[in-house]
């Protein structure tokens, strides 16, 4: 069983709506990260979070230590939100399996 | 602005061939870790160090890989002989201190095919 399960792994959503992903990891850490990679692309890390929320625009990211659980709500989506969502765990990182977000026009 | 570089961005050779892969860190992060991606296994852990010293290469297949840090501001990441099942993505990282309260930053990926 991967350390990290992510969920859902696939995810459309009309440009508007608001997107949820949830991360649950089975280990304890020292921090989050949420990192984001457009198709044929690089990838960019959005969050590391230890506690609490983070907010950067329209992306929100949420964390339970206690229930060893993660969210990444995107407000207001976009097309340019489509990419794929990865949560990884510790200092190392171990994945999960990534989610992908495709938002219609 | 700071950005990790990674050579070469995309790579095609035969069976057998050496591969090697170089990245640049950012100035003064003291963490470099080498990643694998591909469909079937996603994103893995091939390498980590720390000051230049390898803290855990576990992940990484002994008899033909071998990741180094020479200096500072170069790691590198060699595959000898080559073998198809090696095509994949391979992404360096760097990361300041550890518990700094900072993230990690992704080069943008040595795309390597074996034929």
């Known amino acids: 069983k991967n350390e990290v399960e992510q969920s859902p792994q696939n995810l459309t959503a009309q440009e508007g709506e608001f997107i949820t992903i949830n991360c649950s990891y089975s280990?304890?850490?020292?921090?989050l990260h949420w990192l984001q990679q457009h198709p044929g692309g690089g990838i960019v890390s959005l969050f590391m979070l230890s506690s609490g929320k983070k907010k950067h625009g329209r992306l929100i990211a949420t964390i339970n230590i206690q229930e060893k659980h993660s969210s990444l709500h995107i407000t207001a989506s976009h097309p340019r939100d489509s990419a794929v969502y990865i949560c990884?765990?510790?200092?190392?990182?171990?994945f999960g399996a990534g989610t992908t977000v495709t938002v219609r026009a | 602005d700071a950005r990790v570089t990674q050579t070469p961005r995309h790579k095609v050779t035969e069976m057998g061939q050496e591969v090697t892969m170089r990245c640049q860190p950012i100035?003064?992060?003291?963490?470099v870790f080498w990643y694998r991606q591909t469909m079937m296994q996603g994103l893995e852990l091939l390498a980590y160090?720390?000051?230049?010293?390898?803290?855990?290469d576990s992940g990484m297949p002994k008899d033909r890989f071998s990741a180094e840090m020479p200096d500072a501001t170069l790691a590198t990441l060699k595959i000898q002989p080559s073998e198809p099942r090696d095509s994949a993505v391979y992404f360096c990282a760097s990361g300041p201190r550890r518990n700094s309260g900072n993230t990690i930053y992704f080069g943008e990926g040595s795309w390597l095919t074996v034929v």
């Open positions: 280990v304890g850490i020292s921090a």
């Open positions: 990884a765990v510790g200092y190392k990182l171990s």
């Open positions: 100035l003064g992060h003291n963490t």
């Open positions: 160090f720390r000051n230049r010293a390898p803290l855990d």
